[in-house]
């Protein structure tokens, strides 16, 4: 178990409280010029300011040192950008402060290994807690049609902020190829690829699957794609997820792609992939695929994921779920 750090910053008088410093300098691009404080998840760092308003309140659960540190900051504003963590919804539910969320990504019912998904998560907070906040940004009408009956809030269709924030320049308007987006997560790169296949990786319901059943959709996507662009002449890329330092990334492609032709594009900035906007974009489930798709791109969804894995429901994991139940869309159609 790990022991939080104390900090001993003061933050009183701030405008907005932000809570967890995942995607907290997204964040603060869209709050401009308001003068804002990031709050540590409390397993992660304890503030002894407010370990002490605590101590002299007598109130030691975990939801009062998150209200005192609201309280103690001034805060007229409570804000994350992570919108899977159900303490934001516990206290934004307990306190007076108006209070905001931003999605970050595709929802479904997939749940990391030893983890549980998003919605079990709510479901479990909420049965001792009521959950709420003042305003969810959402992509569009996916995260309301999952979470509408867990969480009390107004729904705010304003499709990815981050994406929004970015304008992207120079943008090529010839067709050179085709672009597949990797979703490749952070691992230990000092695994080797064959070892790696074979760990748990996460599931769905009771059913565990590994990384090698995940990311055979991957696997399968891109040896078919290298063999389309060959036979057509055409580039093929993979848009990498990881910057260039991180190579297990492409090790795994190069394993599974061997003598099929490819370029590797590591990802090295913010939507810097967007310069391949005008290729036609193939993606299984990535959000980086929806946001392309709000461009105007042309994006192909193959909603293969787990699709080798008997018994397993799988159908959260297809694309617009649970607002599109169609399985076939005008790409296959034509």
């Known amino acids: 178990m ?10 009183r008088g701030c405008d907005v409280l932000i809570l967890d410093f995942r995607g907290s300098e997204s964040l603060r691009k869209l709050l401009g010029g ?3 404080v990031v709050l540590p998840l409390a397993e992660e760092s304890l503030n002894f300011w407010v370990l002490m308003r605590m ?3 007598f109130r030691f659960r975990r939801l009062d040192y998150y209200l005192e540190a609201l309280s103690y900051s001034k805060a007229r504003l409570l804000a994350s950008w992570i919108d899977t963590n159900p303490w934001f919804y516990r206290i934004a539910a307990a306190t007076s402060v108006p209070s905001i969320v931003f999605q970050n990504g595709v929802r479904n019912e997939f749940r990391p290994h030893r983890g549980l998904s998003m919605r079990q998560s709510l479901q479990s907070s909420r049965k001792s807690s009521r959950l709420s906040c003042t305003y969810y940004m959402t992509f569009g009408d996916q995260v309301p049609a999952m979470f509408g009956d867990l969480i009390q809030t107004k729904f705010t269709t304003i499709g990815s902020a981050l994406n929004n924030s970015f304008t992207i320049e120079n943008e090529s308007l010839e067709c050179t190829g085709l672009s597949m987006i990797s979703s490749f997560p952070s ?3 000092s695994s080797r690829t064959t070892d790696l296949e074979v760990q748990p990786f996460g599931g769905i319901d009771e059913q565990t699957v ?7 959709a991957e696997k399968r996507l891109a040896q078919l794609l290298a063999g389309i662009a060959d036979r057509h002449g055409l580039t093929f890329r993979i848009l990498g997820k990881r910057p260039a330092n991180f190579q297990a990334e492409k090790a795994f492609y190069d394993k599974h792609l061997r003598n099929l032709e490819y370029d590797f594009v590591p990802n090295e900035a913010p939507y810097s992939h967007t310069r391949f906007g005008s290729d036609v974009i193939v993606t299984i489930d990535s959000t980086f695929g929806y946001e392309m798709l709000s461009r105007g791109s042309k994006v192909v969804f ?4 787990l699709a080798r894995v008997p018994g397993i429901n799988r159908e959260s994991l297809n694309f617009g779920y649970p607002v599109i139940r169609d399985a076939a869309g005008p790409f296959l159609d034509e």
Do not use: C, L, W
């Open 2 to 11: 790990r022991v939080p750090k104390i900090s001993f910053q003061r933050f």
């Open 34 to 36: 308001r003068r804002s």
């Open 55 to 57: 101590i002299f309140h």
């Open 187 to 189: 691992v230990n790169q």
């Open 210 to 216: 590994t990384f090698g059943e995940y990311f055979d």
């Open 302 to 305: 193959v909603s293969n994921r």
